[in-house]
Structures are given as structure tokens and as C-alpha cells.
């Protein structure tokens, strides 16, 4: 007999029904709770709520434990590529080596974008924040692609857009870069993997192709698996929101940026610079921001220690603290603000205060001290957590339309005033 339970109101008893996860998370069905007794919950934040069954991330934050269809983040990020977890993301299942070359070669065919989207660039204010750019040249890539706009698409003309989205982003977050820097864009090359032509595309000129190192090229394949996806956080949320509609992809995962802009999501790993360099400014006492941090009745908030879904530690963090460690010993940086990062997360390790309440470095913490080692400026960081996010924000989507979702249409309790007189503007 299936479980149920029981909701008592005014003297009349609705039962609903308990659905039971494959990881046995346990969940109240209330879709039939307002038609039955006309009320509805309230869950500011959508905290206790579940929007949807996915098949696709499973996070479990009281014993640290993340996996993408199954496999333990542990082992997709150190055996892995970001290509190979973003088509088990996107498809369900990892990909055979001759599926894998056939999806990469497919990819790599349609990184280049249009010229004209060039024109887009002129129109940008010079100190415009790059995930304004991106979510627009994302938004815009439906204008060059209107067989995009058909909600009714075949499952081949789904994947085109699918692989056209994975490989322009990564030449869009280029030229973004290159742009800012007055320098010409570098296109891609045939000969170069994901990761490489996009690091080439970044930090490569035209009259130079760069190498990198095999460490550097590693560590960005882990940055990119760590952030692929995170369930139904806010920004992948969104991109579920607004597919609902039956809007386009590329709109929807442009709503997506716009969400994981915001500083208490994707923007996480560039405040942690922020605060860094605040603390620099300041003199440098890392033991000055601890003391503040521990005062209850400072401002102060120590960013990139913590997790509000992880109530132990953030499993990628602990992958990430390694790659981040590996890459500032091969690179060598010489730079006072990493100085003070490592001074807090030593600190933040040992000290009872942050160990009792479970405050350790989080993956925002360390990829934004890795990005900045690399020579990225802080205000791209976000847009590298995009590019990361993106084969998650796809697989919601195609989750969202395959099991025909209705539209997102959330209910409200209404606090305001009641019925009242129109007065003419002459007696106000």
C-alpha cells in the first residue's frame, strides 16, 4: 500500500500521497492540494519545495555527497573530460570512445560565430560587466539560428542547437575577454581540444598560439566538471521557469546567466576576490578579518567559507583545494591577495570557531583564487562559471521538455488592501 499522509483543515481530511526518490528522498504531492481544499503552501524561497522528479544531479548535503546521473563527482572529475560529462549530463549516459570523438569533432565544427555578431561589441559601454555581454550574445544567438524558435523541434534539430550552444559559448566568453582588452579575437582551431582553444581563444594573439601546460589544461577541465550542475539551484531553476513557456533554449539559458549573476550565486567566486582585495587594501592582517568574522556584531561576512546546502564539506571543494594547490606551485605566482587567501584558509581549517560550524573553503573559494592565478579578471569569473554551468542548464531543459512540464506558474498568498473606492485625482 502506497504512503500516504494526512492534512487536516476545518474538519475535513485530504491525504498526500509520499513520493519516494531512487536515493529514498521522501516527498509530500500537493498537486492536487488547492483543488481539493482550495489552499495552497507557502514556502518563501522554495525551500521545502520540490519543483520537479530530475534524473539528472542527485546532491546530498548533510553527508557531502554530489553525483551527475549516478557517478560520484570524485570520479567524473579526476577520470574525466568536461565533454564526456557534459554529454552524460545532457544524454544519460557516459558516451562510448567512438560516440565521444563523433560528439567532439561535431562540436569543434561549429565553434566559430558569426561576424556580424561583432557589431554587438560597438554597442556595449566600455565598462559594461561581462555577464551583461554574455547573457545578451547568448539571448541573440536565436536571431542567427531562427529554426531555434520552433518549440516543436525533431530530436535532431534539438541537438543542433544543443552543440551549436556548447561550441560558440566558450568563442563568445573569448571574444568577451579580448574585447575588454582592446585586443582582436582569436579564432578557433581545428586542432586544438575544448579546453585548449578555448584557453588559446582567451589568452593566445593572433599572431601567437599559446601551449599550456598539462596541469593548467586539467584543472580547468575540473573547474568546468565541478559547476556543470547543482540540481535545482536558482539560475538552473530558471532556465526550467522560463523553457516552460515553450521559450527557445538560447533564450532560456540566457535567463539562466542573468540568474547566476547575482553575488549569492554564480558571483560568489568574484566576491571572494573582491574581499581579498579589500583585506589587502586594509593592510593585509588576515587574523584582523578572522576576529571580525567570528564578532557577531560585525558586518563583516568571510566569503567563499560555507555552503547553504552543504552542512559539511563541499565535496568539489575538497577535489578543487588539490588542483588549486597543484597550479600556484607549477605557475609560481608571486601575489599578495593569494598570500592572504591561504592564510585565511589555513586559518579557517584549524580554528575550532569555523571547524564547529562547518565554515570550510567552499569550490567559490578556490576556483576564484585558481582563475586569478591564471590571469583572469575577477569580474569574468562568473561567465567562467557559466561556461562550466552550461551542459547542466541544457540537460534541465531537455529534462523539462521531454516530460512535457507544464508551465511554471507559482501561487502567492496576497497581503494587500482589500477593495476600496476609486478616487478621482481632483479629491486626492
Not at 181 to 193: D, I, M, S
Not at 268 to 277: G, H, S, T
Not at 312 to 341: T, W
Request: charged content about 25%; glycine content about 8%; hydrophobic content about 40%.
Amino acid at each position: 500500500m502506497s504512503e500516504t499522509a494526512s492534512i487536516n483543515l476545518n474538519g475535513s481530511t485530504f491525504e498526500m500521497p509520499v513520493i519516494t526518490g531512487t536515493e529514498n528522498e521522501k516527498a509530500l504531492d500537493i498537486s492536487k492540494l488547492r483543488d481539493q481544499s482550495g489552499y495552497i503552501t507557502l514556502d518563501p524561497g522554495f525551500k521545502n519545495t520540490g519543483s520537479t522528479k530530475s534524473a539528472i544531479t542527485f546532491l546530498d548535503g548533510e553527508k557531502g555527497i554530489l553525483q551527475y546521473r549516478g557517478y560520484a563527482i570524485e570520479d567524473l572529475a579526476e577520470k574525466s573530460t568536461f565533454l564526456e560529462v557534459a554529454y552524460l549530463l545532457i544524454y544519460g549516459d557516459l558516451p562510448s570512445k567512438d560516440v565521444l570523438e563523433k560528439f567532439r569533432a561535431d562540436i569543434r565544427a561549429q565553434m566559430m560565430i558569426h561576424e556580424d555578431m561583432k557589431n554587438f561589441f560597438t554597442g556595449f559601454p566600455s565598462k559594461s560587466h561581462p555577464m551583461g555581454q554574455l547573457s545578451c550574445l547568448v539571448g541573440v544567438l536565436s536571431s542567427f539560428y531562427p529554426e531555434s524558435l520552433n518549440p516543436n523541434q525533431t530530436e535532431e534539430e534539438e541537438n543542433k542547437t544543443i552543440i551549436n550552444l556548447l561550441a560558440k559559448m566558450p568563442t563568445i566568453v573569448s571574444w568577451i575577454q579580448k574585447k575588454s582588452l582592446g585586443h582582436p579575437v582569436v579564432y578557433p582551431k581545428n586542432n586544438f581540444g575544448y579546453i585548449e582553444n578555448f584557453l588559446n581563444m582567451i589568452f593566445g594573439e593572433v599572431n601567437q598560439e599559446k601551449t599550456f601546460d598539462p596541469l593548467i589544461i586539467d584543472a580547468m577541465h575540473k573547474l568546468l566538471i565541478l559547476h556543470a550542475d547543482h540540481e535545482q539551484n536558482c539560475s538552473t531553476s530558471t532556465v526550467r521557469m522560463v523553457g516552460s513557456s515553450n521559450a527557445n533554449m538560447y533564450a532560456s539559458i540566457s535567463a539562466g546567466i542573468n540568474a547566476l549573476w547575482g553575488p549569492l550565486h554564480g558571483g560568489a567566486n568574484q566576491a571572494v576576490i573582491e574581499m581579498l582585495e579589500a583585506i589587502k587594501a586594509d593592510g593585509g592582517d588576515a587574523d584582523k578579518y578572522l576576529a571580525k568574522a567570528k564578532d557577531k556584531n560585525d558586518p563583516f561576512r568571510l566569503m567563499g567559507f560555507g555552503h547553504r546546502v552543504y552542512k559539511n564539506f563541499d565535496p568539489r571543494a575538497k577535489i578543487i583545494k588539490k588542483a588549486c594547490d597543484d597550479v600556484l606551485e607549477k605557475l609560481g605566482v608571486n601575489d599578495p591577495v593569494l598570500d592572504i587567501a591561504k592564510r585565511l584558509e589555513e586559518a579557517a581549517l584549524n580554528d575550532q570557531y569555523f571547524i564547529d560550524r562547518k565554515l570550510y573553503p567552499n569550490v567559490d573559494f578556490y576556483s576564484g583564487i585558481i582563475y586569478r592565478a591564471l590571469g583572469f579578471n575577477s569580474d569574468m569569473f562568473t561567465v567562467l562559471f557559466a561556461l562550466g554551468r552550461l551542459p547542466g542548464w541544457i540537460a534541465q531543459w531537455k529534462e523539462m521538455r521531454d516530460n512535457k512540464e507544464p508551465i511554471g506558474r507559482p501561487r502567492q498568498v496576497y497581503i494587500g488592501e482589500t477593495l476600496r473606492p476609486y478616487v478621482p485625482i481632483s479629491e486626492r
